[in-house]
């Protein structure tokens, strides 16, 4: 089913029902990417290239080759796309995924999580329209629980990147910029979000998914979530500043 539009909602009805709030909408949770190096897997196995951020250029090449125009549309995001689901279940980028939730994630939630084993990888070549309406989650999933996980594999901004609203109802959508190497971790059951044409040059490969705390079912374990996670990330974030 797609995400609910946002012209389709009582967004007065939403903001009442998201109840109390988080600290913060959203925020960035840093990782090192020679430890989890997810681009140079998704590069080496996947899509056999050297540059994510240049897959569009691929592609093209690949449309010339077959005497096609070189203009992409939707049609090549899902191609691409399809070459991530070829993948079997224990390959090397699943494991590294996994091994992402158990060594990371997870201690960051601090007790037991219940997350997506095979989220989507999802493709946003430079040169095509958006991938995402701008929607609400809850609208779909009607889980209250959950919070979103949101993992660029190459370095984005403008219209290659997430756009968020600054407040819950707020409807002024600004991107968000992640580089390769932060998650985004945001209330995307309530924060309204999507993406735009992408005309920045650069192309977005990325992983989202949801997660929850274990058998967790509520709206308040939802926020209890998200603030955890706040909580955690800004602790570590001063610690590290205070080292430097």
């Given at each position: 089913?797609?995400?609910?539009?946002?012209?389709?909602?009582?967004?007065?009805?939403?903001?009442?029902?998201?109840?109390?709030?988080?600290?913060?909408?959203?925020?960035?949770?840093?990782?090192?990417?020679?430890?989890?190096?997810?681009?140079?897997?998704?590069?080496?196995?996947?899509?056999?290239?050297?540059?994510?951020?240049?897959?569009?250029?691929?592609?093209?090449?690949?449309?010339?080759?077959?005497?096609?125009?070189?203009?992409?549309?939707?049609?090549?995001?899902?191609?691409?796309?399809?070459?991530?689901?070829?993948?079997?279940?224990?390959?090397?980028?699943?494991?590294?995924?996994?091994?992402?939730?158990?060594?990371?994630?997870?201690?960051?939630?601090?007790?037991?999580i219940s997350y997506?084993?095979?989220?989507?990888?999802?493709?946003?070549?430079?040169?095509?329209?958006?991938?995402?309406?701008?929607?609400?989650?809850?609208?779909?999933?009607?889980?209250?629980?959950?919070?979103?996980?949101?993992?660029?594999?190459?370095?984005?901004?403008g219209t290659a990147?997430?756009?968020?609203?600054?407040?819950?109802?707020?409807?002024?959508?600004?991107?968000?910029?992640?580089?390769?190497?932060?998650?985004?971790?945001?209330?995307?059951?309530?924060?309204?979000?999507?993406?735009?044409?992408?005309?920045?040059?650069?192309?977005?490969?990325?992983?989202?998914?949801?997660?929850?705390?274990?058998?967790?079912?509520?709206?308040?374990?939802?926020?209890?979530?998200?603030?955890?996670?706040?909580?955690?990330?800004?602790?570590?974030?001063?610690?590290?500043?205070?080292?430097?």
């Amino acid at each position: 089913m797609a995400a609910q539009a946002l012209a389709e909602i009582d967004r007065s009805l939403l903001a009442r029902e998201a109840g109390p709030l988080p600290q913060r909408t959203h925020v960035l949770l840093s990782y090192d990417t020679a430890r989890f190096p997810f681009a140079a897997v998704l590069g080496r196995d996947v899509f056999r290239v050297h540059r994510l951020d240049r897959l569009h250029e691929y592609v093209r090449q690949h449309r010339a080759r077959h005497g096609r125009a070189p203009r992409l549309s939707a049609k090549d995001n899902l191609m691409v796309c399809d070459m991530m689901a070829r993948q079997p279940e224990d390959a090397a980028f699943w494991r590294l995924y996994h091994g992402f939730m158990l060594r990371i994630l997870a201690p960051l939630v601090g007790r037991g999580i219940s997350y997506t084993s095979h989220p989507k990888l999802r493709i946003h070549l430079s040169g095509t329209s958006s991938v995402s309406s701008f929607h609400h989650d809850i609208c779909v999933t009607k889980r209250p629980d959950q919070i979103n996980f949101w993992a660029p594999f190459t370095d984005v901004d403008g219209t290659a990147t997430i756009w968020l609203e600054s407040d819950y109802g707020k409807g002024d959508f600004t991107p968000v910029p992640v580089r390769y190497g932060q998650v985004l971790i945001f209330d995307g059951g309530y924060l309204g979000h999507g993406s735009v044409d992408n005309v920045s040059g650069v192309t977005r490969v990325s992983l989202d998914m949801r997660f929850s705390y274990k058998k967790a079912t509520t709206r308040a374990e939802g926020v209890s979530l998200m603030n955890r996670v706040i909580q955690v990330i800004d602790a570590k974030t001063a610690d590290d500043e205070e080292i430097l």
